[in-house]
């Protein structure tokens, strides 16, 4: 795929004792997330790209504790960026690679030898190279992430047209 995405994890302990999604099981994804819609919406509108066909995948890929709000480690961020995504990028060769969220974008950072990046604005500046792959940080997809990087405007759809045109040059 020439695109991939990574969002920073997939469930908690707490939310998986709830019980089983069906259609995370089907899918490998729930659609009624707003994280999930928010994504479809962004790849059709700016790539006309259904999340089928790309590869979408979690930095973190086990189950993280406590609650869904619970922060990962930067080193467990770090750890899994090194042992499982950089891993995934060479062997999907993606010719554009979106990190939803600074933790997921600062742990690609630091696991290709860059310097982590703050704020989140400063990182969707600083796309970098890793592996053959553009790496570029957007804000995560779920309500709360929006909402806040968008804050009265729409710097998201911004910044997703500035992420298209530097994929288009590429």
């Not at 790209?49 to 080193?75: C, E, W």
């Not at 982590?116 to 890793?130: K, M, Q």
Request: aromatic share 8%; with cysteine; glycine share 8%.
């Amino acid at each position: 795929s020439p695109i991939m995405v990574f969002l920073q994890d997939w469930t908690s302990d707490e939310s998986i004792r709830r019980g089983h999604d069906e259609d995370c099981i089907t899918l490998g994804y729930t659609p009624a997330l707003p994280t999930n819609r928010n994504l479809i919406r962004l790849l059709q509108t700016h790539f006309g790209v259904s999340l089928g066909d790309i590869f979408a995948t979690n930095l973190f890929p086990f189950i993280k504790p406590r609650h869904m709000g619970y922060t990962i480690p930067r080193r467990d961020l770090l750890q899994a960026a090194v042992e499982f995504a950089l891993p995934q990028i060479r062997i999907v060769e993606p010719k554009l690679v979106i990190c939803l969220g600074l933790p997921t974008f600062n742990a690609l950072r630091e696991a290709c030898g860059q310097p982590r990046v703050y704020p989140l604005a400063e990182a969707i500046r600083n796309r970098f190279s890793c592996d053959g792959a553009r790496i570029w940080c957007q804000a995560h997809t779920g309500g709360q992430g929006q909402a806040m990087r968008n804050a009265g405007s729409n710097r998201v759809a911004d910044d997703w047209r500035k992420l298209r045109r530097d994929y288009d040059e590429a």
